[in-house]
C-alpha cells in the first residue's frame, strides 16, 4: 500500500469512527427513550425533552407527545435526537436538513424487541455495560415470573374507554399476558378496538384496566356492574398503572410482569 492509499484509508477510518461518536447531547422526543437513558445512567447526557419526560434534573422541553418545537431543538445543538414512530416525517427531515444527526426507534413488537433497543441505545451513548447490566437484572426477574408454576387464565386486558381498546397480539404488552402462562380474551384481534358486549361474550377470568387517568378507575366499576362476568365473581379486575405498563423499557415490563403475576396467584 503506497502513501497515498494509507492516507485514504485513515480518513475513511476517521470518519468512521465520527459517525459511531459517543452522543454527548441528546435532545429525546420519546419518553421511554428517556427513561432508558435514565436507566443507563445518563441523564446528564439529556440537554432536551418532551413533557410527558419523566428526569430527576430540569431539563427544557422542547415538544409535546407528538409536536416538537424545532427552533428549540436546534438550540440545544444536540449530536443527536431520538425519535419514534409518533415523530411527524415533517419534523425528522426538518431536523436532517438542518444537519441534526437523527435516529428513530419504532415501536417495540415484543419484549426481545425492546430488550434489543435497549443495548443498541446503550452502545450509541457509550453505556454497553451498564445496558447488560440493566437487561441481566431486568431477564432476571422475567425469568423468574415465566418458571413459575401458572395456572391458565383468560386475560381482558384494557387500554381505553370510549371506544374500548384491547392489549392484541404482536405488542410488547401482549407478552406481560404470555409471560404470566395465561391466554389474551382477545388472541387474533387485528385492531384494538373491541364492543364492550364482546368482552362480556368473552368472559373473561380476570380483567387488567390501565389507569389513564380516572378512566380506569370508572371502568373498573363499569365492569363490576355485570355479576355474571367471572372477573367480577371472582372479584379478579385489577387497576395497573399505564405510566409504568405502557412503557416500553426492561426494567418497566419486568415491574409490570411481576404485579401482574401477583394479581393472578
Keep these: 500500500m503506497n502513501t497515498k492509499q494509507k492516507i485514504i484509508t485513515l480518513l475513511l477510518l476517521l470518519c468512521s469512527f465520527a459517525n459511531e461518536a459517543v452522543a454527548m447531547r441528546i435532545?429525546?422526543?420519546?419518553?421511554?427513550?428517556?427513561?432508558?437513558?435514565?436507566?443507563?445512567?445518563?441523564?446528564a447526557f439529556l440537554v432536551g425533552k418532551t413533557s410527558y419526560c419523566k428526569t430527576s434534573q430540569s431539563i427544557p422541553v422542547?415538544?409535546?407527545?407528538?409536536?416538537?418545537?424545532?427552533?428549540?431543538?436546534?438550540?440545544?445543538?444536540?449530536?443527536?435526537?431520538?425519535?419514534?414512530?409518533?415523530t411527524k416525517p415533517e419534523t425528522i427531515a426538518a431536523l436532517k436538513r438542518m444537519g441534526v444527526k437523527v435516529e428513530s426507534y419504532p415501536s417495540p413488537h415484543s419484549y426481545a424487541e425492546l430488550c434489543?433497543?435497549?443495548?443498541q441505545l446503550g452502545k450509541r451513548i457509550g453505556k454497553p455495560h451498564q445496558a447488560k447490566k440493566v437487561l441481566a437484572e431486568a431477564n432476571a426477574r422475567v425469568?423468574?415470573?415465566?418458571?413459575?408454576?401458572?395456572?391458565?387464565?383468560?386475560?381482558?386486558?384494557?387500554?381505553?374507554?370510549?371506544?374500548?381498546?384491547?392489549?392484541i397480539d404482536g405488542t410488547f404488552m401482549s407478552d406481560y399476558i404470555a409471560f404470566a402462562g395465561a391466554k389474551n380474551a382477545f388472541t387474533g384481534l387485528k385492531s384494538g378496538v373491541v364492543a364492550r358486549e364482546a368482552v362480556l361474550a368473552k368472559n373473561p377470568d380476570v380483567i387488567?384496566?390501565?389507569?389513564?387517568?380516572g378512566i380506569g378507575e370508572q371502568e373498573q366499576k363499569n365492569w363490576q356492574k355485570y355479576a355474571r362476568l367471572s372477573a367480577v365473581r371472582s372479584k379478579k379486575i385489577f387497576l395497573i398503572d399505564s405510566e409504568r405498563a405502557c412503557?416500553?423499557?426492561?426494567v418497566t415490563f419486568a415491574e409490570t410482569l411481576e404485579i401482574i403475576a401477583n394479581c393472578l396467584k
Design 116 to 119: 434489543s433497543q435497549f443495548l
Design 247 to 250: 412503557l416500553p423499557t426492561p
Design 27 to 43: 435532545v429525546s422526543l420519546v419518553p421511554s427513550l428517556t427513561q432508558n437513558i435514565v436507566y443507563l445512567d445518563a441523564e
Design 208 to 213: 387488567f384496566i390501565a389507569t389513564m387517568g
Design 143 to 167: 425469568n423468574k415470573v415465566r418458571n413459575r408454576p401458572q395456572k391458565s387464565r383468560k386475560i381482558f386486558f384494557q387500554l381505553g374507554a370510549n371506544p374500548i381498546f384491547s392489549v
Design 62 to 86: 422542547v415538544a409535546t407527545a407528538i409536536d416538537v418545537n424545532v427552533e428549540k431543538v436546534l438550540a440545544l445543538k444536540p449530536d443527536l435526537v431520538l425519535t419514534s414512530s409518533l
